[in-house]
């Protein structure tokens, strides 16, 4: 049953996670919350020269974010941060095979957490952050700000 609402692929990667785990002194770090189901996804990043090296990802998710950030993470190592950035939701799910359309949003949380965590190695480094970037963070953070105050009645 669950094989024929997930892709073969989904499935692979739900089962055989890659880039599990957290950098050591990263470079940079997305934390992003989905309040439609209240799940949580760290990615982390190392950059050397512009370009990912290493990618890792934790998180308190369902199959369908799992199998998505582990397809993000195998999609954006060795990508620099601008070819990075281009990485969206629909890529990932495309690359997966498609998913469920009751399961879409899960696949937000790998996108977003992933350009979040540019956006840190951005702000951290004092480089140029686009309006286009700007513009995700602040959607982003207005996002999890309901999710802090639903889950943990405060905001950060
Ligand atoms: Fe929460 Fe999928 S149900 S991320």
Redesign the pocket.
């Known amino acids: 049953m669950v094989k024929a609402l997930y892709s073969e692929k989904v499935m692979e990667e739900f089962e055989h996670p890659k880039n599990v785990g957290e950098i050591e002194n990263p470079d940079g770090v997305g934390k992003v919350g989905?309040p439609?189901?209240?799940?949580v996804?760290v990615i982390t990043i190392k950059v050397e020269k512009d370009r990912i090296v290493d990618v890792k990802f934790k998180t308190f998710?369902?199959?369908?974010?799992i199998a998505t950030t582990s397809m993000i993470t195998e999609m954006a190592k060795g990508k620099t941060i601008e070819e990075a950035l281009k990485l969206t939701r629909a890529n990932v799910a495309d690359e997966l095979g498609g998913l469920p359309p009751i399961?879409m949003?899960?696949s937000n949380?790998a996108a977003d957490a992933l350009h979040e965590a540019i956006y840190d190695y951005l702000t951290k480094k004092g480089k140029e952050i686009t309006p286009e970037l700007q513009a995700e963070h602040e959607a982003v953070r207005k996002r999890d700000a309901s999710l802090y105050i639903e889950t943990h009645g405060e905001t950060h």
């Open positions: 989905q439609i189901c209240g799940d996804m998710g369902c199959a369908s974010a399961k949003h899960c949380l």
